[in-house]
């Protein structure tokens, strides 16, 4: 029984050199593939004609949420089914995965999280860190014609294809744009942990808002080279601790609501 770390994507990533271009059929949780050409070719065509016409290039900005020093992520997207690969573990950069450290991690650990690690975007819907994917623009809040709100389309489609993967502990470390694109249901519920980042000062908590990415990184990092295979969030939060996290309960779990786990800490780096 393998744990699931479930991860937003980053709008930072790596420069895919040239070389085979992106095969959906070959990525993880072949029952989205369908699910995933819809989203992509709705995104090539909104793309497509910018180049040559401003309007369109306009709409595309105001569909992507892009201002006027990110248009060019709008010819990146248009050539989406040419452009060069990475596996997605080396194409998402930011703090999050710079304080992962993937390349760092031992051949063991890099196991686990080929096996553990699902990354959600608004573009592929969920892949795993071998996955080979060209870099694009599209976050899991954008409303994409034809296809409406892309979290509600992906919460429709990973319904009944994510269950099966998640077997045992799911640890949501995503942000709430991504949260919604699969919603752990039924008996999962109760085996689901989301975890919040507080720092502590002077007695007093505040959540922390961007050196929490740094931190779950770190958590996620230190579990996976751990080697223990919590099952539930009970268990995450003793293994936690024993890796020296101040870890508390903020909310036990119910067969309707996740646990909420607390990390505090007294730095923030």
């Known amino acids: 029984m393998a744990y699931l770390v479930l991860l937003p994507p980053s709008e930072g990533k790596a420069e895919a050199p040239a070389g085979a271009p992106l095969d959906l059929a070959s990525l993880s949780l072949p029952g989205l593939t369908a699910a995933r050409e819809r989203v992509l070719a709705a995104l090539v065509e909104l793309c497509r004609d910018a180049a040559a016409d401003q309007a369109a290039e306009d709409r595309a900005a105001e569909v992507l949420g892009l201002s006027k020093g990110l248009r060019g992520e709008i010819a990146r997207n248009a050539a989406l089914r040419t452009a060069g690969t990475l596996p997605a573990g080396e194409l998402y950069t930011g703090v999050l995965y710079d304080a992962l450290g993937l390349a760092k991690l031992d051949e063991a650990a890099y196991a686990r999280a080929e096996r553990s690690l699902l990354v959600f975007s608004g573009l592929w819907g969920a892949v795993r860190i071998g996955d080979r994917i060209p870099g694009y623009r599209c976050s899991g809040g954008v409303k994409l014609p034809p296809l409406g709100a892309l979290g509600g389309y992906w919460r429709r489609e990973t319904a009944e294809v994510l269950p099966a993967e998640a077997d045992g502990l ?88 996740p646990w909420q786990l607390d990390v505090v800490v007294t730095e923030i780096h």
């Open 170 to 257: 799911v640890l949501d470390l995503r942000s709430s744009a991504y949260a919604a694109s699969w919603k752990p249901a039924g008996e999962l519920v109760a085996r689901t942990a989301t975890v919040r980042v507080l720092q502590e000062k002077d007695g007093k908590r505040t959540v922390v808002s961007h050196f929490n990415k740094a931190t779950k990184g770190r958590l996620v990092r230190d579990l996976l080279n751990s080697g223990e295979q919590p099952a539930t969030p009970g268990e995450l939060l003793e293994v936690l601790r024993g890796l020296g996290y101040t870890v508390e309960t903020a909310a036990a779990g119910s067969a309707r609501k």
